[in-house]
């Protein structure tokens, strides 16, 4: 399923020295990554720690944002005749603001403990998410490519090949230019396959980057539960379930999604091992 990348190389090392507006164990947790790529079993896993909170996918801040950005540019087009220009309130500002609210919605509802969100469709919108929650940390899920396009094409709502190759490329490509880029966001990436291969190590270290004491009911979630949301029944085989792909569907994948794959580190292929 691809040679193993050491998480430890700098795309892969927490916050990259990025700076933090809020201390690491006050902040929400943000869950993004490719749909298919195991945010669903990076949440639950979370979720198992004495310390947080978390519940169904939200989907709302996307038109919210939109919203909030929307409202900015309408309140600033009569220049310093308008209360956010005259006191030099900033988009992102705002978004913090709304934020804030938000932050205190969920707060009502988490018991006291931190909560957690796992959206998917987040990590197309990573860069207003880190504006309207500026103490907020973000795990994103990777997994190999040729994995999440064979997922995504037998899921609730099959994609075809083609669609689920684009899919991938996007989100990936979305949440590993936000990674690299300095966005002053605390961000660590999480290879799907060292989680469920190593769980307890994997999720203690995701458990300190994201300021929380290790909890081994964490790693132990992963290891005992059955799998969240697959797309199959059972495991797989001594083959990986893409080595039935056409030699078409290869190249398609090559030509498509070949770029975040090699960036991911994971080997791109023409043919079925």
Known sequence: MGGPVDHRLPLYDGTRGRSLSGP??????????????????????????????GSAESDFLVPL?????????????RDRMHWLVRESVTESELLASVGTGIDSLYASRA???????QTPLYSLHLRDVAAMFPDARFVAMVRDGRDVVHSLMHF????????ACRTFQKYTRAVLDFCEADNGVSLSI??????????????????EFLGL????ACGEYISTEAPINSSFDGP??????????TPAMF????DVAGESQTRLGYSVTESAP
């Open 111 to 117: 018991g006291g403990r931190r909560w957690v969100e």
């Open 190 to 207: 999480v290879r799907y396959e060292t989680a469920v291969a190593e769980p307890g190590p994997e999720l203690a270290r995701v458990c």
């Open 156 to 163: 609730v709502q099959p994609m075809s090949h083609r669609a």
């Open 65 to 77: 944002i939109e919203g909030t950005k929307s409202a900015y540019a309408f309140g600033i087009k």
């Open 251 to 254: 190249k398609y994948f090559h």
């Open 236 to 245: 797989a085989g001594a083959q990986p379930r893409w080595a039935t792909w």
């Open 24 to 53: 690491a164990d006050t902040g929400p947790i943000f869950v993004v990554g490719c749909p298919r790529s195991g945010t669903s079993m990076m949440q639950w896993a979370l979720r198992a720690h004495p310390d947080v909170w």
């Open 213 to 216: 004491t290790a909890d081994p």
